[in-house]
């Protein structure tokens, strides 16, 4: 799966753009919001809606992590109760 040149953003290849440049390089974009702030010479780290999708994916991460220690946890607890009853 081919990630966005501009923001990062994995996307399926059907949709989306690709772009050719003169000497062969090929840039791909989700959208055309993305090609065209590309093309206008903007830096995506300096763009709102980038940064905030950056951040917004760090949260989720992190949530995501927490959810899976959490259910491992309960996991680890139910082997240990059902150790205790079998004696």
């Known amino acids: 799966m081919p990630t966005c040149h501009f923001c ?12 050719v440049q003169k000497d062969g390089n090929v840039r791909y974009f989700c959208s ?9 010479g903007r830096d995506n780290k300096k763009v709102k809606w980038v940064r905030k999708s950056e951040t917004v994916k760090a949260i989720r ?3 995501l992590q ?22």
Do not use: L, Q, W
Request: net charge positive; aromatic share 4%; charged share 35%.
């Open 61 to 63: 991460d992190k949530i």
């Open 32 to 40: 055309s919001k993305c090609r065209k702030n590309s093309e206008m």
């Open 8 to 19: 990062k953003e994995t996307y399926n290849f059907p949709n989306g753009i690709s772009v």
């Open 66 to 87: 927490s959810k899976i220690a959490h259910s491992k946890a309960k996991a680890n607890a139910k082997t240990k109760v059902k150790a205790k009853s079998k004696k």
